[in-house]
């Protein structure tokens, strides 16, 4: 039978619910399964980056994650006796937030606590997460695709069914049906030498015991291991565990409570922390594995479902986030039939280098962290490019950039973006400080990041010549404004009181912020399309390279298309 909703999304993880929020913040329908009985407990991929945070901001959920979510803690490692200092250093060191970067610092929120957030935006539009429902098979054609789902009750009868949807999203985890049944490949290595052990456990009397603002670690991982980072809510007694090493036995750790305690005892010397219920215990082997492409047709992979690698470097879930805001917006655009099928190609094209580079850097730390000595530590230090600012699709075939060519320069997906210039695939910096013409100032102070948003374009004009105003504003007045939002920037200098400009926002750069993150005053290219997903989509110098950009995204019928949409609800 045929699902009145869109889209159908397997794993309810951080991946699928950020996919699903995207989606129906588009207005596009959709319905979110996981095969588990229960939501998941523990504080896996609990590190949030700044990439990740200005993610949220455009989806409306940062304020609740800021409220939840404090600054990393600081790590501090342990000389033989257990309790002396050796080492004490942030794992990402604090910086103060820029007018570019107002969110400069990773915060800790444990998985569980994270993905019930996001679970409560998505019932602001109705939308539940369905358990105990198992994706067992799915067949797709030119429209549709068909899915066999298995639905398990609380007394443990099950049901089988069909449903059929316009499209599929597998962020199924890294044994993914979606992704085996599409018979993606998934290449890579399994690193057997490496012991992990995960888990999260009560600590009794913990604020008397160990200090909660810290992430504490004893031993080497080149020999054995153990950490123990506490929860991030004040007066909780639970503590996240991490540990193991070359000379570690995983499989025997993780066997009991009783053989965890006498194992972190052993390495740590603290036999004077007494331990509570374990929540959960359990070894773990660092794949490091990614797909050759990221879907074929009308189902896709993302998340775990598509790649893969060791914990170290906090990358995996902040990747997938990024992943499903790449994907949700074009997907969207296909249904509304603003672009065609083929645009959805371009998922996998920006996709797979960012994530090639990003496991090369997790799997250098984690080099580093089993190589580890005494007076190397090196694996503990996350650097400034794990922030993912310089994460980018400079090379993708969908976006425009009229800076002049240098044949011999070198692209690195993770790093390009924030090498200090401004070009198109970068992400789009923010800009405080923005008074809208005509308006009392106290009033209308605006920043570009609360204009921004997931389902629209943004035009951002940076010129105060009003031939050039026109001519730029007349090119585009086809695109409605659900699509396409016409900002004019005028500089900090400009003595305009009104303005009759045929754009929706019209700002004075009163603290010339704009003008310097984008890079207006030292070249021509003064024209910029931000995208859905907060990506610079063009930079270009007029009309034609606007042109350019929007005739390799949108349908030729996109103004017509565009205006039936206008009163679209899910």
């Given at each position: 039978?045929?699902?009145?909703?869109?889209?159908?999304?397997?794993?309810?993880?951080?991946?699928?619910?950020v996919?699903?929020?995207?989606?129906?913040?588009?207005?596009?329908?959709?319905?979110?399964?996981?095969r588990?009985?229960?939501?998941?407990?523990?504080?896996?991929?609990?590190?949030?980056?700044?990439?990740?945070?200005?993610?949220?901001?455009?989806?409306?959920?940062?304020?609740?994650?800021?409220?939840?979510?404090?600054?990393?803690?600081?790590?501090?490692?342990?000389?033989?006796?257990?309790?002396?200092?050796?080492?004490?250093?942030?794992?990402?060191?604090?910086?103060?937030?820029?007018?570019?970067?107002?969110?400069?610092?990773?915060?800790?929120?444990?998985?569980?606590?994270?993905?019930?957030?996001?679970?409560?935006?998505?019932?602001?539009?109705?939308?539940?997460?369905?358990?105990?429902?198992?994706?067992l098979?799915?067949?797709?054609?030119?429209?549709?695709?068909t899915?066999?789902?298995?639905?398990?009750?609380?007394?443990?009868?099950?049901?089988?069914?069909?449903?059929?949807?316009?499209?599929?999203?597998?962020?199924?985890?890294?044994?993914?049906?979606?992704?085996?049944?599409?018979?993606?490949?998934?290449?890579?290595?399994?690193?057997?030498?490496?012991?992990?052990?995960?888990?999260?456990?009560?600590?009794?009397?913990?604020?008397?015991?160990?200090?909660?603002?810290?992430?504490?670690?004893?031993?080497?991982?080149?020999?054995?291991?153990?950490?123990?980072?506490?929860?991030?809510?004040?007066?909780?007694?639970?503590?996240?565990?991490?540990?193991?090493?070359?000379?570690?036995?995983?499989?025997?750790?993780?066997?009991?409570?009783?053989?965890?305690?006498?194992?972190?005892?052993?390495?740590?010397?603290?036999?004077?922390?007494?331990?509570?219920?374990?929540?959960?215990?359990?070894?773990y082997?660092?794949?490091?594995?990614?797909?050759?492409?990221?879907?074929?047709?009308?189902?896709?992979?993302?998340g775990?479902?598509?790649?893969?690698?060791?914990?170290?470097?906090?990358?995996?879930?902040?990747?997938?986030?990024?992943?499903?805001?790449?994907?949700?917006?074009?997907?969207?655009?296909?249904?509304?039939?603003?672009?065609?099928?083929?645009?959805?190609?371009?998922?996998t094209?920006?996709?797979?280098?960012?994530?090639?580079?990003?496991?090369?850097?997790?799997?250098?730390?984690?080099?580093?962290?089993?190589?580890?000595?005494?007076?190397?530590?090196?694996?503990?230090?996350?650097?400034?490019?794990?922030?993912?600012f310089?994460?980018?699709?400079?090379?993708?075939?969908?976006?425009?950039?009229?800076?002049?060519?240098?044949?011999?320069?070198?692209?690195?997906?993770?790093?390009?973006?924030?090498?200090?210039?401004?070009?198109?695939?970068?992400?789009?910096?923010?800009?405080?400080?923005?008074?809208?013409?005509?308006?009392?100032?106290?009033?209308?102070?605006?920043?570009?990041f609360d204009?921004?948003?997931?389902?629209?374009?943004?035009?951002l004009?940076?010129?105060?010549?009003?031939?050039?105003?026109?001519?730029?504003?007349?090119?585009?007045?086809?695109?409605?404004?659900n699509?396409?939002?016409?900002?004019v920037?005028?500089?900090?200098?400009?003595?305009?009181?009104?303005?009759?400009?045929?754009?929706?926002?019209?700002?004075?750069?009163?603290?010339?912020?704009?003008?310097?993150?984008?890079?207006?005053?030292?070249?021509?290219?003064?024209?910029?399309?931000?995208?859905?997903?907060?990506?610079?989509?063009?930079?270009?110098?007029?009309?034609?390279?606007?042109?350019?950009?929007?005739?390799?995204?949108?349908?030729?019928?996109?103004?017509?298309?565009?205006?039936?949409?206008?009163?679209?609800?899910?």
């Open positions: 039978m045929s699902d009145s909703r869109t889209v159908l999304i397997s794993g309810a993880g951080p991946s699928g619910l996919m699903a929020l995207t989606l129906l913040q588009n207005g596009i329908s959709v319905r979110v399964i996981d588990i009985s229960q939501f998941q407990v523990g504080q896996r991929g609990a590190a949030l980056s700044p990439r990740t945070l200005e993610h949220y901001k455009l989806l409306g959920c940062l304020e609740d994650v800021q409220k939840a979510g404090p600054i990393l803690h600081t790590l501090v490692l342990y000389d033989e006796d257990g309790v002396t200092r050796k080492r004490e250093m942030p794992m990402f060191p604090i910086e103060d937030n820029t007018p570019a970067a107002p969110y400069r610092n990773v915060l800790v929120l444990g998985q569980d606590r994270h993905e019930a957030l996001l679970r409560r935006h998505l019932a602001k539009f109705g939308v539940f997460v369905e358990l105990g429902t198992e994706l098979d799915f067949e797709q054609d030119e429209d549709s695709v899915a066999t789902l298995c639905k398990t009750n609380a007394v443990g009868e099950t049901v089988e069914g069909t449903s059929t949807f316009k499209w599929l999203v597998g962020a199924d985890g890294a044994t993914s049906f979606v992704r085996k049944k599409l018979r993606l490949s998934f290449l890579g290595t399994c690193r057997e030498a490496e012991n992990f052990v995960i888990g999260d456990i009560y600590i009794k009397d913990l604020e008397n015991k160990l200090d909660q603002k810290i992430w504490h670690v004893w031993g080497d991982a080149s020999r054995k291991m153990a950490s123990l980072r506490p929860y991030e809510i004040p007066g909780d007694d639970r503590c996240y565990y991490f540990g193991g090493g070359l000379e570690a036995d995983r499989d025997l750790i993780s066997s009991s409570r009783e053989e965890f305690i006498k194992s972190f005892y052993e390495v740590s010397g603290r036999t004077d922390i007494e331990f509570g219920d374990l929540i959960y215990l359990r070894p082997r660092p794949n490091i594995r990614m797909v050759d492409k990221f879907g074929s047709g009308r189902v896709f992979v993302a775990d479902a598509s790649h893969v690698h060791s914990p170290t470097g906090g990358q995996g879930m902040n990747t997938g986030v990024q992943d499903c805001m790449n994907l949700g917006w074009k997907l969207a655009m296909v249904e509304k039939g603003l672009a065609p099928k083929t645009f959805m190609e371009s998922y094209h920006e996709r797979l280098p960012v994530v090639a580079s990003m496991l090369d850097q997790t799997t250098a730390l984690l080099n580093k962290t089993f190589g580890r000595t005494p007076d190397n530590f090196d694996g503990w230090k996350r650097g400034y490019e794990l922030r993912q310089g994460v980018n699709y400079r090379g993708s075939p969908i976006i425009v950039d009229e800076t002049p060519s240098d044949a011999s320069e070198i692209v690195d997906p993770y790093r390009s973006g924030n090498d200090g210039t401004v070009r198109g695939g970068d992400r789009a910096p923010d800009a405080p400080g923005l008074i809208s013409v005509g308006q009392p100032s106290d009033k209308y102070l605006s920043a570009l204009i921004f948003g997931p389902t629209h374009h943004t035009l004009l940076f010129s105060d010549d009003k031939e050039k105003q026109f001519a730029i504003l007349e090119s585009v007045k086809k695109y409605p404004a699509i396409l939002k016409r900002v920037v005028l500089s900090e200098n400009t003595d305009i009181k009104s303005s009759d400009l045929p754009a929706e926002l019209v700002f004075k750069d009163k603290d010339g912020y704009a003008y310097q993150n984008y890079a207006i005053k030292s070249r021509t290219l003064d024209t910029v399309v931000v995208r859905p997903d907060g990506v610079i989509g063009a930079l270009v110098s007029g009309v034609d390279g606007l042109k350019t950009y929007f005739d390799g995204i949108f349908t030729p019928d996109v103004e017509k298309v565009a205006s039936s949409l206008k009163s679209l609800t899910i």
